[in-house]
């Protein structure tokens, strides 16, 4: 079946002027690339601004790193699927959780709809809610970061 879809993904490419396709089923990801690009640069020919740019985000990056470690104690809570964030059961009632929430293993958190199904999300971990990214209502997508949770207790 999935050296079907691989077939069908790299035909598709070939037939287009596309260069790239990315394609994602049942949690998995297919990326195939027609032409990577080529990068033909002589280093003596780079001004120094483009030299400045490229470090910079290297540095942000260390930051980063140095930042996660100090708060290994919060776990970020990712939605296991693609669909419209419910922050509470209903319209109108009171949010499973609020920022400063104590939670337990197993508590709901949220609901997320996918294809008018109600789908439960339930906590992973106990700890306190320290941070709610995203708003009631909105469309999400698969793994994308939805709470913040501090697991130091």
């Keep these: 079946m999935w050296k079907d879809r691989l077939k069908e993904v790299i035909y598709i490419l070939e037939n287009s ?3 790239e396709i990315e394609v994602r089923f049942w949690f998995r ?7 990577p690009p080529i990068v033909n640069a002589d280093p003596d020919t780079l001004s120094k ?4 740019q490229e470090k910079e985000p290297s540095i942000k990056i260390e930051e980063k ?25 209903e319209p109108g009632a009171k949010p499973f959780v609020d920022v400063g929430s104590k939670i ?4 709901v958190i ?16 106990n700890g306190t809610i320290k941070e709610i990214l ?20």
Excluded: H
């Design 49 to 52: 601004e483009t030299t400045i």
């Design 29 to 35: 990801k297919i990326k195939v690339t027609k032409n």
């Design 110 to 125: 949220c609901i997320i709809e996918a294809m008018k199904i109600m789908n439960e999300i339930q906590s992973e971990k």
């Design 65 to 89: 790193k140095d930042t996660q470690a100090v708060v290994a104690n919060l776990v970020t809570v990712r939605s296991p699927m693609p669909g419209t964030f419910y922050a509470a059961s």
């Design 134 to 153: 995203i708003e009631d209502g909105n469309p999400i997508e698969f793994d994308q970061p939805l709470f913040v949770i501090d697991c130091s207790e």
């Design 17 to 19: 002027n596309i260069n």
């Design 104 to 107: 337990n293993e197993g508590d």
